[in-house]
């Protein structure tokens, strides 16, 4: 079952790239005091993710500040050297480029996808999430196949 509104985020970690190379990240100190608009993608690199959905917040990221976000926090089971390759890519350097590369925080939320029957194995589900100090104050989760609900568009209409 996965997350859902109210809930706190579990235990766990993510890394992201640091200056001198892979950092892991604690998710309770990450979320800790502090507001976060976080997104998630079934792929670095792949094609809606690439044309619309990380470009939205990128392109819309003064908006999200403007509203009271602290941080925008792209996530995908992706490893960290792709994650920020993608977001080098990408220009985005405001947003954090978060690798799950093993679907562990992915799968402890129950919202991984498995697409293993297309050869890409578990990934994550698209959604967005308004999380507060760990908690899960909002969730737009799209259903498989689709995006709409979790496009930065719609999310900034929804705060």
Known sequence: ?????GDMLPYGSFQVMGEEGPQTIDVTEFFANKRVLMFAVPGAFTPTCSASHLPGYVVHYDAFKEKGIDEIMCLSVNDVFVMNAWGNAQNAENIVMAADGLAELTTSMGLELDIS?????????????LVDNGIIQELWLDEPGEFKVSSAEYVLSQL
């Open 1 to 5: 079952m996965s997350l859902q509104m």
């Open 117 to 129: 029957a297309a050869k890409m194995g578990i990934r994550s589900r698209r959604y967005a999430m």
